[in-house]
């Protein structure tokens, strides 16, 4: 099982406070994520320069992916 961890810096109110979270999202959740943006990229109404890196972002990510899957044990 991969699961995928990352740090949220926030602060509220003030410039000197911050909390740190942390999160963990397994691959299966984050891969239908990416295939909801993909999915519904064009609804997003971006400027086709800002439109077409997100599309490469996500292609990237999904490229990532599958080679995650691949990589684990049958």
């Known amino acids: 099982m991969n699961i995928i961890h990352g ?8 410039s000197g406070v911050t909390q740190m979270v942390s999160m963990g999202v397994h ?3 984050f891969a239908r994520l990416v295939d909801e943006i993909t999915t519904h990229l064009d609804e ?12 490469a972002q996500l292609a990237v990510l999904s490229a990532e992916m599958a080679s995650n899957r691949r990589a684990e044990p049958v």
């Open 7 to 14: 740090h949220v810096n926030m602060a509220q109110q003030s």
């Open 27 to 29: 691959l299966n959740d």
């Open 44 to 55: 997003l109404g971006l400027h086709p320069t800002e439109h077409r890196k997100v599309q």
